[in-house]
């Protein structure tokens, strides 16, 4: 039954005598008002073929004279209004279908808006739109992507779960060649529905983790920003844990890895540092300041401060571009040696000859630059020379005291032969 069979029902043939028609209520606000106390609502049942449902046709112009309507104007809509004490208000939540252009036998493009009027409030504002293209906006009525969230605040999803791993967003590429998963994984490995997609969650303790769907992560990062590779634990900004062939790290410029490094190796075409020399620890018999002069005592293995007899190994390291056999640096009794490059020196402990440095039992330290520091190079070659050096310089003290000692036995000889001369001479008086 339409409106028309209700007017001609109730024999209502001319617009003009009663336009509105109410059921319950005796003055109707619209074509057709319906007011009830126990069951306020409209129900349509379908059988078959045919489903329920509710049209509103919209058209501008007169009902003589139709015109199709354009952008903005609405189709159609579901409105709720209540009472305040006083009187009823206006629409307070609706879903409304309007154009989004002038309609055509060809064009009939059209937006659905959802609108709702917060808590304490009285003003009703658009939650969502979902746009001619079927592109969802919530908080924007111009969305950009299928789903576009804008939000004031900083949380604009979110996402409950009541699986034991945490809720995960799953995203597939075409004929799922191409899938993820970004979540919050509580369980030791990343959680899924496909072991070979890669996955990105949030771990206890608010780390960050990537690898594949359930195995443990390839890379984490911690709540402290630092970054492990291979290791879910990483001790420095950068950790990276590998073993075997390509277990290490590749720099290059050209995406070529010439040399595969293994597990704790480092690959690259060039290193840069601000340090100034190649430095080692070294185990030490005791405590050593910046720029002391350091040898090595053979009797024990260690260094301590250069004295004459030992090795000369270098100067303690001020200021590092390449550390060695660090792993000693965790032990109390060691110090990092500066055996190549530019450091500074305690002038006190050496002697500065025509722009050399030499130690003062004359064993040479390297050149004096303008900086004021000293390079060295040291090597085993070094000391072994300088080992010959001093074999040379103490077979020569040798030599002077052997010729001391002849030339003091020849003056006791010529005092006993002028004795025996004068002794002569006296003789023959």
Partial sequence: MNLNDLKNFFGLHEKSLVPNVGIGTTNPTLALSIASETAPGVSVTSYGAIF???????????????TPPTAGQGLVGLAGRGYTGSGFTTDKGYIKISASETWSATANGNYMVFATTNDGATSTAERMRIDPAGNVGVGTSGPSAPLHIAAAGNEPLLVDSTSANGPSIRFNGSGATFSGNIGAALSAGLTGSNSSDMGIAVSPGNAIRFGHIGSASKMQITSSGNVGIGTTGPASKLHINGSGAGGGVCVTSDGTCSAVPAGGEISAETTLNTGADYAEYFEAEENLSEGDLVGLNANSGKVRGYRL????????????????????????????????????FVEDQVIVKEGKVFTHDNKPIGYLLATGNVYINLSSADEAQNRRLDEKDRQIASLKSKNEEKEKQIELLIERLNAIEKSLIKNRQ
């Fill in 309 to 344: 007899g030992d090795y000369l190994i270098g100067l303690v390291s001020t200021d590092p571009g390449v550390i060695g056999n660090s792993k000693l640096a965790k032990n109390k009794d060691t110090v990092l040696v500066a055996l190549v490059g530019q450091v500074p």
């Fill in 52 to 66: 329920p449902e509710f049209l509103g046709y919209r058209a501008g112009g007169t009902e003589a004279s139709p």
